[in-house]
């Protein structure tokens, strides 16, 4: 195809944020594209691709379908989907009905899922190619080989099909880093939706402030330093790198004055690595005058004498660090030790103990169902989760199951101790997503817990605590307006909150009508919301 016809564009690239099939779509909520996609149209629309977002957290499936057909243009290079295995349904039933009309058009997954099922994946007649891992530094080559349809062969980490057969290019040896992952070039997507009533804003606000807040994504560091061995960055090898305190304070003054922003999430899996950093940034923002509000993921570790004590903590908030988002994973330290955390769960109390000196809110996040965890191991989880709350009230525990990914030794573990056999094509996944345990999307049907000794009590347990995380996050008495309806839902919720608390300290999980009740108000408002 002749492609000077289309001026200094190179041709279009259709990148596809995928819904989640069990979520409705978003209405009146921002969140912004998953990080992939931000990056990687940013790489090509410099590089002069016409880059075209379609987001499916805010379509349905046949929507999405609708707007993707009505942007494949003949020009059209691939349609780039980014999948992590709670959007593989989604991605999968757009992507066959868009193979059904439009046979030649160029289907291409990449993301954590056909990162680690590379050839399961492309083996279905739905995918043309997966791209493995990390594609910051070949998406150009990608796209200009596709669009000359040029040999793939010599592009690193690439699986597709050829002449009925699966190739798998060499690994990529040049990680992403920063030097080829520029900042986000927000003009290519409709940024305007993802900044307002921006759903990270909202759950670290204790009033109704995030009404205000314009809230924007930075990209301050990529990987993680630690080896946790059930981490997404271990798997993958993922090594860290960081940009400079300078950098970031630089970037949020543009974001502020180019796009009036005032929240700043911080993408970054562990943005308080290096205390040099974290310390400079600190002082710029304090020396610049830059008043803003931050969110940053951090260990629970890093709360202590010599780093982020009583008095750093107060730095923090004072400069506008709003929530300590920590993936504290257990309660017990066998299950800690096994994961290779290198934390002590005393650190999760130390943690709390130091933010209570502040209105910072502390959002923890746990994981039960580990293979090889015994029942008490997830008793105590779940038994801490809700002390903690009842000592620390701004404190928002979540418990989830876990969720296995292949090359974890755990999963060897499922496998060679207790039987488990994943899906095993690309389809098999997207059976499986029916069965997914609906209360923990993304994670596993009860059933599929083969590990665990009480799959029952397992199931009924996290219900309740459901219950429990639903009712207790929302009870700030900052949010009780004056009006009727307002006082009801807060008693309400104060009494769910204090039943399930009652029930998982003394392990009572019979008689669930509290979920039941939920479960029919979610019905009525769906209908409510479907009807409007
Ligand atoms: S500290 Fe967090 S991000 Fe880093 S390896 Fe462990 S789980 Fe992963």
Same mark, same amino acid.
């Given at each position: 195809?002749?492609?000077?016809?289309?001026?200094?564009?190179?041709?279009?690239?259709?990148? !596809?944020?995928?819904?989640?099939?069990?979520?409705?779509?978003?209405?009146?909520?921002?969140?912004?594209? &998953?990080?992939?996609?931000?990056?990687?149209?940013?790489?090509?629309?410099?590089?002069?691709?016409?880059?075209?977002?379609?987001?499916?957290?805010?379509?349905?499936?046949?929507?999405?379908?609708?707007?993707?057909?009505?942007?494949?243009?003949?020009?059209?290079?691939?349609?780039?989907?980014?999948?992590?295995?709670?959007?593989?349904?989604?991605?999968?039933?757009?992507?066959?009905?868009?193979?059904?009309?439009?046979?030649?058009?160029?289907?291409?997954?990449?993301? !954590?899922?056909? @990162?680690?099922?590379?050839?399961?994946?492309?083996?279905?007649?739905?995918?043309?190619?997966?791209?493995?891992?990390?594609? %910051?530094?070949?998406?150009?080559?990608?796209? &200009?080989?596709?669009? %000359?349809?040029?040999?793939?062969?010599?592009?690193?980490?690439?699986?597709?099909?050829? &002449?009925?057969?699966?190739?798998?290019?060499?690994? *990529?040896?040049?990680?992403?880093?920063?030097?080829?992952?520029?900042?986000?070039?927000?003009?290519?997507?409709?940024?305007?939706?993802?900044?307002?009533?921006?759903?990270?804003?909202?759950?670290?606000?204790?009033?109704?402030?995030?009404?205000?807040?314009?809230?924007?994504?930075?990209?301050?560091?990529?990987?993680? *330093?630690?080896?946790?061995?059930?981490?997404?960055?271990?798997?993958?090898?993922?090594?860290?790198?960081?940009?400079?305190?300078?950098?970031?304070?630089?970037?949020?003054?543009?974001?502020?004055?180019?796009?009036?922003?005032?929240?700043?999430?911080?993408?970054?899996?562990?943005?308080?690595?290096?205390?040099?950093?974290?310390?400079?940034?600190?002082?710029?923002?304090?020396?610049?005058?830059?008043?803003?509000?931050?969110?940053?993921?951090?260990?629970?570790?890093?709360?202590?004498?010599?780093?982020? *004590?009583?008095?750093?903590?107060?730095?923090?908030?004072?400069?506008?660090?709003?929530?300590?988002?920590?993936?504290?994973?257990?309660?017990?330290?066998?299950?800690?030790?096994?994961?290779?955390?290198?934390?002590?769960?005393?650190?999760?109390?130390?943690?709390?103990?130091?933010?209570?000196? @502040?209105?910072?809110?502390?959002?923890?996040?746990?994981?039960?169902?580990?293979?090889?965890?015994?029942?008490?191991?997830?008793?105590?989880?779940?038994?801490?989760?809700?002390?903690?709350?009842?000592?620390?009230?701004?404190?928002?525990?979540?418990?989830?199951?876990?969720?296995?990914?292949?090359?974890?030794?755990?999963?060897?573990? %499922? !496998?060679?101790?207790?039987?488990?056999?994943?899906?095993?094509?690309?389809?098999?996944?997207?059976?499986?997503?029916?069965?997914?345990?609906?209360?923990?999307?993304?994670?596993?049907?009860?059933?599929?817990?083969?590990?665990?000794?009480?799959?029952?009590?397992?199931?009924?347990?996290?219900?309740?605590?459901?219950?429990?995380? @639903? %009712?207790?996050?929302?009870?700030?008495?900052?949010?009780?307006?004056?009006?009727?309806?307002?006082?009801?839902?807060?008693?309400?919720?104060?009494?769910?909150?204090?039943? @399930?608390?009652?029930?998982?300290?003394?392990?009572?999980?019979?008689?669930?009508?509290?979920?039941?009740?939920?479960?029919?108000?979610?019905?009525?408002? &769906?209908?409510?919301?479907?009807?409007?």
């Amino acid at each position: 195809m002749n492609r000077e016809h289309f001026g200094s564009k190179k041709g279009r690239v259709i990148l !596809v944020n995928p819904g989640i099939h069990l979520f409705p779509p978003l209405k009146n909520r921002g969140m912004y594209p &998953n990080n992939a996609i931000q990056i990687l149209g940013t790489i090509l629309h410099q590089n002069k691709f016409d880059v075209r977002i379609v987001d499916g957290m805010y379509l349905s499936v046949d929507n999405a379908v609708h707007e993707i057909l009505s942007l494949i243009s003949e020009d059209l290079i691939f349609i780039g989907f980014s999948v992590m295995t709670i959007q593989v349904k989604w991605a999968y039933l757009v992507s066959s009905e868009i193979r059904r009309k439009c046979p030649d058009v160029k289907i291409v997954w990449g993301g !954590v899922h056909p @990162t680690l099922f590379p050839e399961q994946t492309v083996l279905d007649n739905a995918v043309d190619l997966c791209v493995v891992n990390e594609c %910051a530094f070949t998406i150009v080559q990608i796209a &200009n080989a596709l669009a %000359a349809e040029d040999n793939l062969s010599n592009i690193p980490s690439l699986c597709y099909k050829d &002449n009925g057969k699966v190739n798998l290019t060499l690994p *990529n040896q040049i990680p992403d880093d920063f030097t080829n992952i520029p900042y986000i070039d927000f003009s290519i997507m409709n940024h305007k939706l993802y900044s307002k009533n921006n759903v990270f804003a909202m759950d670290s606000s204790l009033n109704e402030e995030y009404k205000r807040q314009i809230a924007y994504p930075i990209n301050a560091s990529l990987g993680c *330093n630690f080896r946790c061995s059930f981490c997404i960055n271990v798997i993958l090898e993922r090594k860290y790198k960081m940009r400079t305190a300078e950098e970031i304070v630089e970037r949020i003054e543009y974001l502020k004055s180019e796009y009036g922003a005032n929240y700043i999430h911080m993408v970054d899996e562990n943005f308080f690595g290096s205390k040099k950093r974290v310390y400079q940034f600190v002082e710029l923002l304090r020396s610049r005058n830059v008043d803003i509000k931050w969110r940053p993921q951090i260990r629970a570790d890093y709360f202590n004498k010599s780093y982020i *004590n009583e008095s750093f903590v107060k730095e923090l908030e004072e400069s506008g660090m709003v929530i300590a988002v920590m993936g504290v994973e257990s309660a017990s330290q066998r299950t800690l030790d096994r994961l290779d955390k290198k934390m002590k769960v005393e650190s999760i109390t130390v943690a709390l103990e130091i933010l209570s000196k @502040t209105r910072i809110i502390p959002r923890l996040s746990f994981m039960v169902g580990i293979p090889g965890e015994t029942e008490d191991d997830i008793k105590q989880t779940y038994q801490f989760a809700v002390m903690l709350k009842e000592k620390y009230p701004l404190c928002q525990p979540l418990v989830t199951p876990f969720r296995l990914f292949p090359g974890s030794k755990f999963y060897e573990l %499922a !496998v060679s101790k207790y039987g488990y056999k994943s899906p095993e094509s690309l389809i098999e996944w997207v059976e499986n997503a029916d069965k997914e345990y609906c209360e923990s999307v993304g994670y596993q049907n009860p059933k599929d817990y083969v590990w665990v000794a009480n799959a029952k009590k397992f199931e009924s347990r996290h219900k309740i605590f459901i219950m429990f995380k @639903t %009712a207790s996050w929302s009870l700030f008495p900052q949010l009780i307006k004056k009006d009727i309806k307002s006082k009801i839902m807060h008693y309400l919720k104060l009494l769910i909150y204090k039943v @399930t608390a009652l029930r998982i300290k003394n392990e009572f999980y019979q008689l669930n009508i509290e979920y039941l009740l939920l479960e029919l108000f979610r019905k009525g408002r &769906n209908i409510i919301q479907n009807i409007k």
